[in-house]
């Protein structure tokens, strides 16, 4: 069985920092890429960041860029999302997702395997 587990959300200020970390199993997590969505109350899920199985290639969403770095541990099957400067509006529940045998993937519906979510919460 394929598992996707998020973890590290929180309530911090704005201006703050703060790492999300996404373990998985059940898959050849070198050969897989990895995903970061948000979804905010009210509003369709957002692209965060996408990176590469094996290259660590990644690409992220226009309004995260210059403050969000993702990476990955090939060893511990996990993926982070390294968040710096956050702002209000970046409230939201922050969802990892897994596409087995893919690179880089902006688009959810390409995402086969789903995280709960962990919620991150920044005050003004």
């Known amino acids: 069985q394929v598992q996707v587990a998020e973890s590290g959300g929180g309530l911090v200020q704005a201006g703050d920092s703060l790492r999300l970390s996404c373990r998985v199993s059940?898959?050849?997590?070198?050969?897989?890429?990895m995903g970061w969505f948000r979804q905010a109350p009210g509003k369709e899920r957002e692209f965060v960041a996408a990176?590469?199985?094996?290259?660590?290639?990644?690409r992220y969403g226009d309004s995260v860029k210059g403050r969000f770095t993702v990476s990955r541990d090939n060893v511990a099957n996990t993926v982070y999302l390294q968040m710096h400067n956050l702002k209000p509006e970046d409230t939201a529940i922050y969802y990892c997702?897994?596409?087995?045998?893919?690179?880089?993937?902006?688009?959810?519906?390409?995402?086969?395997?789903w995280g709960q979510g962990t919620q991150v919460t920044v005050s003004s």
């Open positions: 059940g898959v050849s997590f070198h050969q897989t890429g």
């Open positions: 990176i590469t199985g094996r290259s660590g290639a990644s």
């Open positions: 997702a897994a596409a087995p045998g893919r690179f880089l993937v902006v688009a959810d519906a390409e995402y086969e395997y």
